[in-house]
């Protein structure tokens, strides 16, 4: 009887352990969606949200033009150096896009999202 509550009370003592030493364990997956969370609200807080259909008519036919008839899906604005700037999401073939572009049709910076 003695080895049964001795060997119960090492299971319990183990699994206490382990729970604890998981809790402490952090995962780099996790670790890098939380960074990539702060990344995005930082840019968000950079850029106000526009209606995609308030673009200037320049940012509409540049889209239009460059990227095949592509349509912006969101659309945030900033000024910047008392230019607008305009961040699109566009869904290019499947895949998101991020473009930069300012009011008269210039391209600044594209990135694959």
Known sequence: MKK???TLIAVAGMFLFSQNAKAQVEDPEEMESMEAVEEIQEEIDEFVEVDVVALPQAVK???????????PEEAWVKEEDGKSIYKLVVNVDGEKEKVYIDSE???IEKEDK
């Open 61 to 71: 036919d540049a889209v239009m033009t460059d990227m095949n008839g592509v349509m």
């Open 105 to 107: 049709g210039n391209w």
């Open 4 to 6: 049964l509550g001795i």
